[in-house]
């Protein structure tokens, strides 16, 4: 139990274009869902928080135009990728708090998503 | 304000032997602790976390982490290595559990040598 599997797995687009990355919470509901950006070699780096049917909030130095997310149901949310450059290549990963497995919430992680910008 | 440190980007043991990854933290509250473990080009899997009850937990795959107050120190152990184990492992802290967000130390990469 406890599944979160992102689409696409990996993406190559040309800089300037749209991307959208998916994130589906496949056997349970999740309110609140989390999108990190990891750099080669690097930790996870929280972008933002993603509340089911409110806006989501935005660390700090991240921007909200740049990075759009929709949580529009209770097992989806969306990051978008606005007008992609070269430096917006990175795997980003999402993830979303669920049941743990000793009573409390816990974070469940996607298999991330590899973008490519040229 | 929360941080992690872990000691040690890279290292390295051999299979059978006694798998040490240090992480000590730092936080104003008390703190709830996690190991999450990252295979290539993979999101990362919850190997165990603190929950302020027993201060010896225990994970999966044989993994366990004693939570140290007085050392701030939460390093994650397992007996005997196995070439599965070869992966990257992040140490992560929240001020709640799992509710809030979690800040992730910079990961160390295992090597286990045959």
């Known amino acids: 139990g406890a599944v979160v599997s992102q689409h696409p797995s990996w993406v190559i687009c040309k800089s300037g274009t749209s991307v959208k990355i998916e994130c589906r919470s496949l056997d349970f509901q999740a309110t609140t869902m989390f999108w990190y950006r990891q750099f080669p070699k690097q930790s996870l780096m929280l972008m933002a928080t993603?509340?089911?049917?409110?806006?989501?909030?935005?660390e700090q130095g991240v921007e909200k135009d740049k990075f759009l997310i929709n949580h529009a149901s209770l097992t989806l949310s969306t990051l978008t990728v606005t007008s992609a450059h070269p430096e917006d290549s990175s795997f980003y990963i999402c993830?979303?708090?669920?049941?743990?497995?000793?009573?409390?919430?816990?974070?469940?992680f996607g298999p991330g998503t590899r973008l490519t910008v040229l | 304000a929360q941080s992690v440190t872990q000691l040690g980007s890279h290292v390295s043991v051999s299979e059978g032997a006694l798998v040490l990854l240090r992480c000590n933290y730092s936080?104003?509250?008390?703190?709830?602790l996690f190991w999450y473990v990252q295979y290539p080009n993979q999101g990362l899997q919850l190997l165990l976390k603190y929950t302020s009850a027993a201060t010896l937990v225990k994970g999966i795959n044989g993994f366990e982490a004693e939570f140290k107050k007085s050392e701030t120190s939460f390093h994650l152990t397992k007996p005997s290595a196995h070439m599965s184990d070869a992966a990257e492992y992040f140490c992560a802290v929240s001020d709640n559990f799992g509710n809030e967000k979690l800040t992730f130390g910079t990961g160390t990469r295992l090597t286990i040598i045959p």
């Open positions: 993830s979303a708090r669920g049941p743990g497995l000793a009573g409390g919430d816990t974070q469940y």
């Open positions: 936080s104003s509250v008390p703190p709830y």
């Open positions: 993603s509340n089911e049917g409110s806006k989501a909030t935005y």
